[in-house]
């Protein structure tokens, strides 16, 4: 295990879905070894509570999340990121803040499961679909690491 873990910032538009599934996901599969955070450019100020919904049945803890802005990150006491991810394509096209470091930036896009639309078990099975798109990127992501994560 490496002293320092690689610190991962996940970013989307609203910081309620995608970017908090892959936040929970890096860190629990990185085994110690990857910090992930997550933030939005424009977060909507609460995680969707179908994301919530699917870490918990997944197994992952859900105490902490909330949705925030990428500004907090590029504050100078902020964690020092190695690697900026993006996964959302409205996200990926905007205009970051400058991240101290100059981290490695990926744009892994996923369809956002917030943005459909039924019952709750239809809306719940779009969070299944996209938690195992996200999930399947993310440990490739991890055995790739910071450094080939263009690979992923």
Known sequence: MTEKPINVLVLCTGNSARSVLAEALINDLG???????SAGS??????????LEILREKGHATEGFRSKSWDEFALPDAPKMDLVITVC????????????GHPAKVHLGFPDPAAVEGSHDERLAAFRQVYAMIEAKMRRVIALGPERVGEA
């Open 42 to 51: 424009r977060p909507t100020g609460k995680v969707n509570p179908l994301s």
């Open 89 to 100: 394509d409205n996200a990926a096209g905007e205009v970051c803040p400058i991240w101290p």
């Open 31 to 37: 085994g110690g070894q990857w910090k992930a955070y």
